[in-house]
Each structure stands twice: as structure tokens, then as C-alpha cells.
């Protein structure tokens, strides 16, 4: 397994901007799909977007979120941009082997999560 801790949630203005960081180490993290999921309270845990050798994103980030990975520096990112109050959420980082996958079961490895929140 990999293990993994996040850090740079907060509190921030609905329009504004956070940087999601993820170290990771362990099994090696440049064979390792990395992906970022969040949870709001009451909801299930969704798919945010997820990096191998190309990204993907959910539809509802897609143009206002990046993730990025730095394999010298075993740690994988997510810029926010243009926050909203709906992205409020937990946010957890992931990691897996093999192909890539939206699906929060697919992954093995798991940080202990970040809360970011957005107001309105």
C-alpha cells in the first residue's frame, strides 16, 4: 500500500482559489494511479479526478480543477479554481494499481482526508 496525507484544505470565498497537496510513499508512486475524491456530509464518497499517464476529471470540476503529480517529490496536487459553495466537501487523495478508475472502491490506498469549504 501507499500511504498518503493531504493538507491545504480551508475556508475560502466562494470564486477563490486552494491548492490540495498529497505525499505520498510506500509502493512506488510513479507506477501508482492517483486520484482525489470528496465526501459532504450526508453524501457518498464521488470521484474528483484522477492522474496516471493523462488526467481525468467528474464533469461537475472539469475546466475549474487541475491535478497534477510530481514523481520527484512523490506528492500529487489539485488546484481549485473558481470555487463554489456545492465544493464544499472532505476531500481525500487515493491511490491504486493498474488502470484508472472513478470509482472510490477500485482504490486501496487512502489519506486521512481535508476539509475544504466554500462560502457562498
Known amino acids: 500500500q501507499v500511504q498518503l496525507v493531504e493538507s491545504g484544505g480551508g475556508l475560502v470565498q466562494a470564486g477563490g482559489s486552494l491548492r490540495l497537496s498529497c505525499a505520498a510513499s510506500g509502493r512506488a508512486f510513479t507506477s501508482s494511479v492517483l486520484g482525489w475524491f470528496r465526501q459532504a456530509p450526508g453524501k457518498e464518497r464521488e470521484f474528483v479526478a484522477s492522474v496516471s499517464w493523462a488526467t481525468y476529471y467528474a464533469a461537475s470540476v472539469k475546466g475549474r480543477f487541475t491535478i497534477s503529480r510530481d514523481n520527484a517529490k512523490n506528492t500529487v496536487y489539485l488546484q481549485m479554481n473558481s470555487l463554489k459553495p456545492e465544493d464544499t466537501a472532505v476531500y481525500y487523495c487515493?491511490?491504486?494499481?493498474?488502470?484508472?478508475?472513478?470509482?472510490?472502491?477500485?482504490?486501496?490506498?487512502w489519506g486521512q482526508g481535508t476539509q475544504v469549504t466554500v462560502s457562498a
Open positions: 487515493a491511490a491504486k494499481r493498474g488502470v484508472v478508475s472513478d470509482y472510490a472502491r477500485d482504490y486501496d490506498s
